[in-house]
Nanobody
Framework: QVQLVESGGGLVQAGGSLRLSCAVSGTFFNINAMGWLRQAPGKQRDLVAIITNSGSINYADSVKGRFTISRDNAKNTVDLQMNSLKSEDTAVYYC?????????WGQGTQVTVSS
């Protein structure tokens, strides 16, 4: 099975930056899509950014222009650069992979933005 390990979360002041990284076990072969979702307290888990195996990228409207998703085939990671952070970005961020039409999730990493 696929194992995902997130890192890079923490506490940051509004306007600051964080970079999240997700290490994916195995290879990217047969992975259809990967990316990041987040869940704030009392809220549903929502899409942040997704990249497909063809390179197509989708961002949530709320993060466009501030967040950048990327993948590194050599390191087997998918990363999320988060700039100009806002208090509403506070959430647990989960790495996501779809492989052979099955969804996989990491344990999540906490991002807290102070105002």
């Amino acid at each position: 099975q696929v194992q995902l390990v997130e890192s890079g979360g923490g506490l940051v002041q509004a306007g600051g930056s964080l970079r999240l990284s997700c290490a994916v076990s195995g290879t990217f072969f047969n992975i259809n899509a990967m990316g990041w979702l987040r869940q704030a307290p009392g809220k549903q888990r929502d899409l942040v950014a997704i990249i497909t195996n063809s390179g197509s990228i989708n961002y949530a409207d709320s993060v466009k222009g501030r967040f950048t998703i990327s993948r590194d085939n050599a390191k087997n990671t998918v990363d999320l650069q988060m700039n100009s952070l806002k208090s509403e970005d506070t959430a647990v961020y989960y790495c996501y992979v779809n492989k052979l039409s099955k969804d996989y999730w990491g344990q999540g990493t906490q991002v807290t933005v102070s105002s």
